[in-house]
């Protein structure tokens, strides 16, 4: 809201009329204020709230209803769920959907929730899986991914990239197999790298290719993120267990921190570009820190200074020029 004070200081300067005052002053009081944002997080914490409240519910109260009922209950909710969605549905379309209400995009989250909980719940009382843990983590994937391009629901989407993430690690690893071994963190490590840039290049080609353009950020920012976090820890862990050798980890982090850079320049997204400025941070760090372990003596201690010195006035820079960077000012 614009202050009266600094309005009448435009007047006295001769910069604003009284009728232009008087025009800013009656919108600044009579303008509507949005509440989208509060009301759908609102809405989104209610629906997650809903699913555990019901189960804290059901759980209290196991021996008088049974199992048999509480499974039918789930499953019939979910079935209504899923059916209120797709009666409501908007023609598919490989822009941004436009719905009339956000109710069935709740709905639709509810019935992904309530299909995550009869699973979990089948799985915990009949081992109905048994110790096929890839089936119980690779059949969330299979139904969400589709089912967010189809209603157009990104916070499906990101619990199909989730239940994906899941599925490879468990393939990897299974849950009996977590032990500290090598090869076995070393495969963990890969796979995680693999499984990132394919979610960024995947981003990047529903960008370019005008693909659900608006997925693009979630894909980008969870593929890049698992990689960078997996090559990260591996540089850092490179003589305990590596999937690459070093110089590779090193251009992998440094090549995509740049890439997010570029990213974030194009599609003006200060995450981004604080994702690549973090990571490749990081790296350089540790390179610089390698170099000074390689025998420069009491030089190092300075030249150590010296480099934190300079991050800070990189930070202050970046902080200060972010609009510039990013074409926004």
Request: aromatic share 14%.
């Amino acid at each position: 809201m614009i202050p009266d004070q600094l309005l009448d200081d435009l007047q006295t300067a001769q910069l604003l009329s009284a009728a232009q005052a008087a025009a800013i002053r009656e919108d600044e009081q009579h303008r509507p204020f949005s509440l989208h944002y509060e009301l759908r997080a609102a809405l989104y914490l209610g629906v997650t709230l809903l699913a555990g409240g019901l189960g804290v519910l059901l759980y209290q109260h196991l021996s008088d209803i049974g199992h048999g009922v509480i499974i039918g209950s789930m499953g019939l909710l979910m079935v209504a769920s899923f059916g209120y969605a797709i009666w409501h549905k908007q023609p598919f379309t490989w822009g941004q959907t436009r719905p009339a209400s956000f109710v069935p995009d709740y709905v639709l989250l509810l019935g992904c929730l309530l299909f995550l909980a009869l699973e979990t719940y089948l799985q915990v009382q009949y081992n109905f899986f048994g110790s096929y843990y890839r089936l119980a983590t690779i059949i969330p994937a299979v139904l969400f991914l589709p089912l967010a391009y189809h209603f157009d629901q990104r916070g499906v989407l990101a619990m199909g990239l989730t239940a994906l993430a899941s599925w490879v690690g468990v393939s990897i690893a299974p849950l009996s197999a977590f032990t500290e071994n090598s090869l076995l963190s070393s495969r963990l490590g890969g796979a995680a790298v693999l499984l990132g840039l394919a979610l960024t290049g995947a981003g990047l080609y529903s960008d370019f290719a005008d693909r659900k353009r608006h997925f693009a950020f979630m894909y980008i920012s969870l593929g890049a993120n698992l990689a960078l976090l997996a090559a990260t820890v591996s540089l850092f862990d490179f003589y305990l267990y590596s999937f690459l050798p070093e110089a590779l980890l090193v251009l992998l982090i440094l090549g995509l921190s740049a890439g997010l850079v570029w990213y974030a320049r194009r599609s003006h997204s200060y995450l981004f570009l604080l994702m690549g400025a973090v990571y490749g941070y990081i790296t350089i760090t540790y390179l610089f820190f390698q170099l000074l372990d390689s025998g420069l003596g009491e030089a190092a201690f300075m030249l150590g200074m010296l480099y934190f010195v300079g991050s800070a006035a990189g930070v202050i820079y970046l902080f200060v020029n972010a609009k510039k960077i990013l074409r926004l000012a």
